[in-house]
């Protein structure tokens, strides 16, 4: 009846230390891994931001313009100062022809 006893106090700190052991990891860490932000279908945020900024500065129209791009979801959204609606309109459509981007936000203003 003693080792009884003492095998089941030992099964019962074994079965302790192993949950115990597994639960290590916060409640948010397991729930919620990390996903990296997509744009329409599968190609991520960073890579449509990277394949506007790539085709802005290498537009004759538009080179040596500081225009912020950030995308969040697919939404494209343009940022800055150009010389004109021309400009303006070149950039827009370089944006929404870039894999991923799903719409377009203009805040790109004329110089005065």
Do not use: W, Y
């Not at 791009?69 to 343009?78: E, F, I, N």
């Amino acid at each position: 009846m003693i080792k009884h006893t003492k095998f089941l106090a030992l099964a019962a700190v074994i079965a302790v230390t192993i949950l115990a052991g597994g639960c290590s990891k916060s409640r948010d860490a397991i729930a919620t891994p990390p996903v990296p932000p997509v744009a329409g279908g599968n190609v991520s945020d960073i890579d449509v931001t990277e394949h506007v900024k790539t085709a802005l500065h290498q537009d004759e129209l538009l080179k040596g313009f500081d225009i912020s791009v950030v995308t969040l979801k697919g939404d494209v959204r343009l940022i800055g100062m150009l010389d004109s609606q021309t400009q303006i309109d070149e950039a827009l459509r370089i944006a929404r022809a870039s894999d991923g981007a799903h719409a377009v936000h203009d805040e790109l203003t004329i110089k005065k």
